[in-house]
């Protein structure tokens, strides 16, 4: 991995976290993130929303399939929920 994307609501938490990587790593500070990995990286109120679509419509047109259209799976219907007793992560 080359690369490190540090997200957060505390810049001086950042800065801090920042100065102890900087001792290991070099460090580069491209300011607010637009693409990362084929992720589109949008911000609003509520938090950050990732999207691949622009990373999928240029693999599928790399590969000549831009004009495919989509086709029905089907699932199967009588699933037993796999985590259901797992307790769910606290929104802070």
């Known amino acids: 991995m080359d690369e490190i994307i540090l997200v957060g609501n505390c810049l001086s938490e950042i ?47 790399e590969i000549g399939m831009l004009g495919s259209k989509p086709h029905i799976t089907p699932l199967m219907t009588n699933n037993k929920i796999i985590f259901e007793d797992v307790e769910k992560l606290q929104n802070l």
């Open 15 to 61: 800065k801090m976290i920042k100065e102890v990587l900087n001792c290991s790593f070099k460090i580069k500070d491209h300011g607010e993130v637009k693409y990362f990995l084929g992720l589109k990286v949008s911000r609003a109120n509520k938090g950050i929303h990732l999207c691949q679509r622009k990373y999928t419509l240029d693999t599928l047109n």
